[in-house]
Nanobody, 119 residues
Framework: QVQLVESGGGWVQTGGSLRLSCAAS????????MGWYRQAPGKQRELVAR???????NYADSVKGRFTISRDNAKNTVYLQMNSLKPEETAVYYC?????????????WGQGTQVTVSS
């Protein structure tokens, strides 16, 4: 198992920046991949960015060039740098860890952090 604690959310104006952090309770080397997802009111949760244990990254098309996911293995933390934010990106942002077990990969979620982009 792993506990995930997100931080860094808040209020920002259109075009502003925020950096989200997700601290894991276990070594990053034991985690298959970590990702950031978001869920706006009335919408499904969607992938924003994901980084594997080998540091391979992938992004939603809508955030490419503006968001950057990174990891600090020494701090067991994953970051999401968000630039040029748009009002439609207002959502609760969740961190997810994927841990590989002999039988299957299991997902663990953080509690979420609110990001509000004001126009």
């Amino acid at each position: 198992q792993v506990q995930l604690v997100e931080s860094g959310g808040g209020w920002v104006q259109t075009g502003g920046s925020l950096r989200l952090s997700c601290a894991a309770s276990r070594s990053m080397f034991s985690i298959y991949a970590m990702g950031w997802y978001r869920q706006a009111p009335g919408k499904q949760r969607e992938l924003v960015a994901r980084i594997s244990s080998g540091s391979t990254t992938n992004y939603a098309d809508s955030v490419k060039g503006r968001f950057t996911i990174s990891r600090d293995n020494a701090k067991n933390t994953v970051y999401l740098q968000m630039n040029s934010l748009k009002p439609e990106e207002t959502a609760v942002y969740y961190c997810k860890a994927e841990i590989s077990y002999p039988d299957r990969v299991r997902d663990y979620w953080g509690q979420g952090t609110q990001v509000t982009v004001s126009s």
